[in-house]
């Protein structure tokens, strides 16, 4: 299992050693030796799993407060662009994004740590597994809106399909000024 940094501070990209032979795969999906060597003490308290068809654009959301989590998150078939926006009030990247594609033949994972919002494009039908250091608190939720224009995500989807809690998040700018700054 490699763990490695990205352009965001905290926010890393994790590639499993898959073993495939006659009978199908095998991999290690999390070893908390591993990433304590790397620095990452998360304690997880939730394990989440979505199934997405092809088109979907679930995100961009967070938590907040006190009930702010991390997320490991990957998908266990499919492919999916993956995208984490730094929120974070004090941080140099601000309003900043790193995108990966997720992929089921390499379950590879991207480490989102707290202060960011999350959110993917389903590129493939996938099924979306993620562990969560926070357990999920309604009250708590926040979001951005996938199509802002100041982040100009590009997600490789056309016309995509979205619930109508996620039509309805704010702009950064807004988000910016009713947060004091960030999260
Ligand atoms: C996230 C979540 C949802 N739910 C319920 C609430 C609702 O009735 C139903 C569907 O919820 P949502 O529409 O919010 O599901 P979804 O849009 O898949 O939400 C997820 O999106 C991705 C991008 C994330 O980053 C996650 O943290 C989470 O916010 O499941 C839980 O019971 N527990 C949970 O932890």
């Not at 073993?19 to 939730?46: C, I, M, P, S």
Request: hydrophobic residues 35%; contains cysteine.
């Amino acid at each position: 299992m490699e763990i490695k940094e990205t352009p965001i501070k905290d926010v890393y990209e994790i590639y499993p050693r898959i073993f495939k032979d006659g009978r199908g795969y095998f991999l290690e999906t999390y070893r908390e030796d591993l990433f304590k060597k790397a620095g990452l003490n998360t304690h997880w308290v939730q394990d989440n799993q979505s199934y997405s068809v092809a088109g979907i654009i679930r995100g961009l959301h967070f938590q907040g407060g006190e009930h702010s989590q991390v997320k490991l998150v990957r998908v266990v078939s499919g492919k999916v662009l993956d995208v984490c926006v730094d929120l974070r009030k004090d941080s140099s990247t601000f309003g900043k994004y790193h995108a990966v594609v997720l992929d089921g033949e390499k379950q590879n994972m991207l480490y989102v740590p707290k202060g960011f919002a999350h959110g993917f494009a389903v590129w493939e039908d996938a099924v979306f597994s993620y562990k969560c250091s926070a357990l999920y608190h309604k009250e708590s939720e926040g979001g951005i809106i996938w199509n802002d224009m100041e982040l100009n995500i590009d997600w490789g989807v056309a016309d995509p399909i979205l619930s109508e809690k996620d039509k309805s998040w704010p702009n950064l700018e807004t988000f910016r000024t009713e947060s004091g700054k960030g999260l």
